[in-house]
Structures are given as structure tokens and as C-alpha cells.
T-cell receptor
Framework: DAGVIQSPRHEVTEMGQEVTLRCKPI?????LFWYRQTMMRGLELLIY????????DSGMPEDRFSAKMPNASFSTLKIQPSEPRDSAVYFC????????????FGPGTRLTVL | RKEVEQDPGPFNVPEGATVAFNCTYS??????FFWYRQDCRKEPKLLMS???SGNEDGRFTAQLNRASQYISLLIRDSKLSDSATYLC??????????????FGQGTILTVHP
């Protein structure tokens, strides 16, 4: 049974470039979450979707960040333009709502902005 | 004040030792509690849920004290494979907080031979 799939696994880009991270959640899960992890700030929730609808995007750092979930099996996180301080590991997680609350994380995308 | 606070450690213990991690949370409306484990350069994975009455899973015991807003994790007979970062996780249920988890900074554990 496939877990959460993220691509790319590693991304190195130059400041000012557009970056798009992709996520395929586990089939049947109705919640999807984007996190960012750095040494300084730990694991931060950026945005989450329930049934493809964005519920809370208060963690999105600024307008350069945007996320979409066009259908139940795909989501993107876009950074445009990217900056060196965006360098981090970006995790996508999915889960079932209600009493479950367990979230299953993808392997993450390690982003380096030069 | 952070919503979820943990002692970052690191904790360095020998194999076979018993080690305990503590965590406090600030939101009294929190409903569900978890411990996640994160290995180096890997994704977080659920270790165990924490129930009001306390619960045990093999060598791992989790406790919750709602009055003190305090969660603990006890690991008995530590193994080398227990070396990881342990994340305390809290969630409120209902309304716009649906499904949202808040993670602590994590406690680093290293078990040595």
C-alpha cells in the first residue's frame, strides 16, 4: 500500500526562481497538510485542506507561498519567487478526519535556495 | 509562550536504561495527544496516542495529566534503535481546528552501547 508520495525529493534552485512541490495523499484520506521543518523553527504547519478545501492557511509565511488541491489525489505547494530563507524540508501529510487525527507523512522535499 | 513545549535534550543514555520525556501544552481546549517519532533525515511517524487513563505499548508508556496540561513518555529497556527525535503533538477538535496538529520542537534521544 503506497504511502504519501512527494516529488521532487530534493530541489536546488537559485533565488528568484519558482519552485513547485507536489504531493499525492493516501487514497481515502480526506485531509491533507503541508508542513515546513527547519532546525530553528521545528515543524510548522503551513496550510491544510479538508475534502480539497483549504481550511487554515494562517501558517503560510507570505504571499510568495500558495497551495492548491484540485482533486482528492493531488496537491501542490508553490513558492514564487523563492528566497534563501525558504530553504527547509517540506513535508506533506494526509489523514482521515474525525476521531482519527493520525497523520501519515510523506518522505519530504529538501529544498535549497541559493 | 509556545503552544507545545518540550525539553530539547539531547538525552544520552546507555542501552537498557529507562528514560522519560516531558511535554506541556498551553491550550486547555486540547482534546487529543500523541507522540511521534522522527529518525534522522526521515519523516515523522506516529509512535502512540496518549489516552486520559494512560496507556502502554510494549516498552513505551504514555501519561496525560489534563489538570497540569502535561504529557509524558517513558521508555524502558532502551534499545539502540530507539535513538531518534520524539515529538509531542497536541490537537484541538472541532470548528476550524479540524485535524490540525501542533508539534513540539522535539526531544533528541541517543542510546549508546
Amino acid at each position: 500500500d503506497a504511502g504519501v508520495i512527494q516529488s521532487p525529493r530534493h530541489e536546488v534552485t537559485e533565488m528568484g526562481q519558482e519552485v513547485t512541490l507536489r504531493c499525492k495523499p493516501i487514497s481515502g484520506h480526506n485531509s491533507l497538510f503541508w508542513y515546513r521543518q527547519t532546525m530553528m523553527r521545528g515543524l510548522e504547519l503551513l496550510i491544510y485542506f479538508n475534502n480539497n478545501v483549504p481550511i487554515d492557511d494562517s501558517g503560510m509565511p507570505e504571499d510568495r507561498f500558495s497551495a492548491k488541491m484540485p482533486n482528492a489525489s493531488f496537491s501542490t505547494l508553490k513558492i514564487q519567487p523563492s528566497e534563501p530563507r525558504d530553504s527547509a524540508v517540506y513535508f506533506c501529510a494526509s489523514g482521515r478526519g474525525g476521531d482519527y487525527n493520525e497523520q501519515f507523512f510523506g518522505p519530504g522535499t529538501r529544498l535549497t535556495v541559493l | 509562550r509556545k503552544e507545545v513545549e518540550q525539553d530539547p535534550g539531547p538525552f544520552n543514555v546507555p542501552e537498557g536504561a529507562t528514560v522519560a520525556f516531558n511535554c506541556t501544552y498551553s491550550n486547555s481546549a486540547s482534546q487529543s495527544f500523541f507522540w511521534y517519532r522522527q529518525d534522522c533525515r526521515k519523516e515523522p511517524k506516529l509512535l502512540m496516542s496518549v489516552y486520559s487513563s494512560g496507556n502502554e505499548d510494549g516498552r513505551f508508556t504514555a501519561q496525560l495529566n489534563r489538570a497540569s496540561q502535561y504529557i509524558s513518555l517513558l521508555i524502558r529497556d532502551s534499545k539502540l534503535s530507539d535513538s531518534a527525535t520524539y515529538l509531542c503533538v497536541v490537537t484541538t477538535a472541532g470548528g476550524t481546528s479540524y485535524g490540525k496538529l501542533t508539534f513540539g520542537q522535539g526531544t533528541i534521544l541517543t542510546v549508546h552501547p
